[in-house]
């Protein structure tokens, strides 16, 4: 290939760069568009800043191209390129807005940097806590990273994933965030579903073991019982509500037996309060995956089993002892729906639940898993608050 042509190969893909990246601006800012309304908060996830960056050359670039040919199709390129600059960095403004009006400062430099949530260097002390159909339900334990000693707080995560999917590393760069902060950070399994295995009545009764597990063992590794968290995202943000307010309330059944601890704040991210609702696709795209996760933790749907669809709804177990709890939210989710979510928060609220919903703009479900990120930082900041305002500071 010559000279000439490989730089008009390269002119065609920053070309469709651009395209692309005005596409999902364009999905950012209008959300009901099939397919593109989910393109462009995903973009906004994972490359934020990136985005009015590299569309900002671009309009540059193709400007100088319109000045010299003054072709049409160079100055429709060029709104384009200008459009997803100026709005991007629009979402990313008001993104950083929602951030610094609940008292988090926003590291751009960072967010520019954002990475994968893998840590290898991170070696947990894993245990085995049960047993389930003959094999071993694990859980992870990461100690504070130059720690003082004494007890410390302890932050309980349970992953997401559709109850059939993810594993429990699956925010690695999270828990060393924690644990550098003076936080014993453990990480529960549990059995997960699928098409042909459906854990709707086990999950929960198990992780009730790994709690009591915890409440039997966490000294051990330095944790101070008297101050524990729970925190989950999608449908670890449903378990963890579900955990949290049984086992204050006295509810909750583990399967192995022991006795629970008492939880003093919960925090879920876009969490499945209302697995019947996210059965009813919320997007034509998305919504398959919501029916399958629903039929593969239940066996079937809201209208076959609406007994076992009530039962791991997350509003069926708010009652009066429920921990403080911590409900992010993007407002762009095509997987859970928001509106799911808002109507949990004032249930609680009327039962006397202290709950506090922050609500992320032109956000996609899972919008803060990238490490570092704009949702990422924001979401571990926020968390660290809430902690601190609930006595959970080491």
Same mark, same amino acid.
């Given at each position: 290939?010559?000279?000439?042509?490989?730089?008009?190969?390269?002119?065609?893909?920053?070309?469709?760069?651009?395209?692309?990246?005005?596409?999902?601006?364009?999905?950012?800012?209008?959300?009901?568009?099939?397919?593109?309304?989910?393109?462009?908060?995903?973009?906004?996830?994972?490359?934020?800043?990136?985005?009015?960056?590299?569309?900002?050359?671009?309009?540059?670039?193709?400007?100088?191209?319109?000045?010299?040919?003054?072709?049409?199709?160079?100055?429709?390129?060029? =709104?384009?390129? !200008?459009?997803?600059?100026? %709005?991007?960095?629009?979402?990313? +403004?008001?993104?950083?807005?929602? &951030?610094?009006? @609940?008292?988090?400062?926003?590291?751009?430099?960072?967010?520019?940097?954002?990475?994968?949530?893998?840590?290898?260097?991170?070696?947990?002390?894993?245990?085995?806590?049960?047993?389930?159909?003959?094999?071993?339900?694990?859980?992870?334990?990461?100690?504070?990273?130059?720690?003082?000693?004494?007890?410390?707080?302890?932050?309980?995560?349970?992953?997401?994933?559709?109850?059939?999917?993810?594993?429990?590393?699956?925010?690695?760069?999270?828990?060393?965030?924690?644990?550098?902060?003076?936080?014993?950070?453990?990480?529960?399994?549990?059995?997960?579903?699928?098409?042909?295995?459906?854990?709707?009545?086990?999950?929960?009764?198990?992780?009730?073991?790994?709690?009591?597990?915890? =409440?039997?063992? !966490?000294?051990?590794?330095? %944790?101070?019982?008297?101050?524990? +968290?729970?925190?989950?995202?999608? &449908?670890?943000? @449903?378990?963890?509500?579900?955990?949290?307010?049984?086992?204050?309330?006295?509810?909750?059944?583990?399967?192995?037996?022991?006795?629970?601890?008492?939880?003093?704040?919960?925090?879920?991210?876009?969490?499945?309060?209302?697995?019947?609702?996210?059965?009813?696709?919320?997007?034509?795209?998305?919504?398959?995956?919501?029916?399958?996760?629903?039929?593969?933790?239940?066996?079937?749907?809201?209208?076959?089993?609406?007994?076992?669809?009530?039962?791991?709804?997350?509003?069926?177990?708010?009652?009066?002892?429920?921990?403080?709890?911590?409900?992010?939210?993007?407002?762009?989710?095509?997987?859970?729906?928001?509106?799911?979510?808002?109507?949990?928060?004032?249930?609680?609220?009327?039962?006397?639940?202290?709950?506090?919903?922050?609500?992320?703009?032109?956000?996609?479900?899972?919008?803060?898993?990238?490490?570092?990120?704009?949702?990422?930082?924001?979401?571990?900041?926020?968390?660290?608050?809430?902690?601190?305002?609930?006595?959970?500071?080491?």
């Amino acid at each position: 290939m010559t000279l000439a042509g490989l730089i008009k190969h390269l002119r065609y893909l920053g070309n469709a760069v651009l395209i692309a990246f005005a596409l999902g601006t364009l999905g950012s800012f209008f959300p009901a568009i099939p397919a593109i309304g989910e393109l462009g908060p995903v973009l906004t996830a994972n490359l934020g800043i990136w985005i009015t960056i590299v569309a900002l050359m671009g309009t540059v670039i193709v400007f100088r191209r319109w000045r010299a040919n003054r072709r049409s199709r160079s100055m429709v390129l060029l =709104g384009m390129a !200008a459009f997803a600059a100026l %709005g991007s960095a629009y979402v990313s +403004a008001r993104q950083v807005g929602v &951030a610094n009006a @609940n008292n988090v400062h926003i590291d751009l430099a960072q967010a520019l940097l954002a990475g994968s949530q893998t840590d290898d260097s991170l070696k947990p002390i894993s245990v085995t806590y049960a047993q389930h159909e003959g094999q071993g339900i694990p859980l992870d334990i990461y100690r504070p990273i130059g720690g003082k000693g004494g007890l410390v707080p302890i932050f309980v995560y349970v992953h997401g994933g559709g109850w059939g999917a993810e594993t429990l590393k699956q925010r690695q760069a999270d828990y060393r965030w924690f644990a550098e902060r003076g936080y014993l950070v453990i990480s529960l399994e549990y059995p997960l579903s699928s098409d042909k295995r459906h854990t709707w009545n086990v999950a929960e009764p198990l992780l009730g073991c790994a709690m009591a597990w915890i =409440g039997a063992n !966490a000294a051990n590794y330095g %944790g101070d019982l008297s101050r524990l +968290a729970l925190w989950g995202e999608s &449908a670890g943000g @449903n378990l963890v509500l579900n955990l949290s307010y049984q086992a204050n309330a006295g509810t909750l059944k583990p399967s192995c037996g022991g006795t629970l601890p008492h939880v003093a704040a919960t925090m879920a991210l876009y969490p499945v309060v209302d697995p019947a609702r996210m059965y009813r696709p919320v997007d034509a795209l998305l919504g398959p995956f919501g029916r399958m996760m629903g039929d593969n933790y239940t066996g079937g749907s809201p209208e076959q089993f609406p007994d076992r669809y009530r039962a791991i709804a997350s509003a069926t177990h708010i009652n009066p002892k429920a921990p403080p709890t911590l409900l992010i939210i993007p407002e762009a989710d095509h997987l859970v729906a928001p509106e799911a979510a808002y109507e949990f928060a004032a249930k609680a609220r009327e039962a006397g639940v202290e709950t506090r919903v922050i609500r992320m703009p032109y956000a996609e479900h899972a919008f803060d898993l990238r490490s570092g990120g704009i949702g990422n930082q924001m979401v571990r900041q926020v968390m660290l608050q809430f902690l601190e305002t609930h006595g959970l500071k080491p």
